[in-house]
């Protein structure tokens, strides 16, 4: 079924989601994503997207770590390499966004960890590129912003300081 798609849509040779339709949405709004392995088997997933039209905002979609290789670096690892692809890809970025379970209450201590914060009303006005983040329109069939969301950001200006270090 994706012998005639871009290659590169297959997050570095791996098939990670086998639904057509669902790899058809990858390809169509440009998605990225890289896999951790260890001795063959997948570790980690990463996927990111860009938002905006020029892109302004790289969102993270996911973020998994196996339970066996949890607290090693390996999240970190590949939010990094999130950040740096993302750099390379749409060097005008502004932000970087990801939406996080309210409950979970494990991932929102690493985003913070990491300097995501959490969106707040207002932000639009202090935060380069939050509006064309905060109005993107959302994936077909998802209210915009969940309730049970929290809708994280981290100003690309943060990362590229971080990353130079």
């Given amino acids: 079924a994706y012998r005639d798609l871009d290659p590169d849509l297959l997050m570095e040779g791996h098939t990670l989601q086998k639904e057509e339709r669902v790899h058809f949405a990858m390809a169509s709004n440009h998605e990225r994503g890289v896999i951790a392995e260890d ?5 980690g997933v990463s996927m990111w997207g860009p938002i905006g039209t020029p892109v302004s ?33 749409w060097p005008k970025l502004k932000l970087f966004t990801l939406n996080c379970n ?16 959490i969106y ?8 380069p590129g939050m509006r064309e983040y905060r109005d993107s329109p959302p994936a077909p069939g998802r209210p915009i912003h969940p ?3 929290a809708d994280h950001y981290l100003p690309a200006n943060a990362v590229r300081r971080h990353l130079s270090k």
Avoid: M
């Fill in 39 to 43: 001795q063959g088997e997948i570790c």
């Fill in 147 to 149: 309730p049970y969301w």
């Fill in 120 to 127: 707040a009303p207002g932000d639009e006005d202090r935060v």
């Fill in 102 to 117: 309210r409950g979970s209450y494990w991932a929102l201590s690493f985003y913070a960890k990491h300097g995501y914060l």
């Fill in 57 to 89: 905002t790289s969102n993270l979609h996911l973020l998994f770590i196996h339970p066996d290789y949890q607290r090693i670096g390996l999240g970190l690892r590949l939010l990094q390499i999130h950040w740096e692809r993302s750099l390379e890809s």
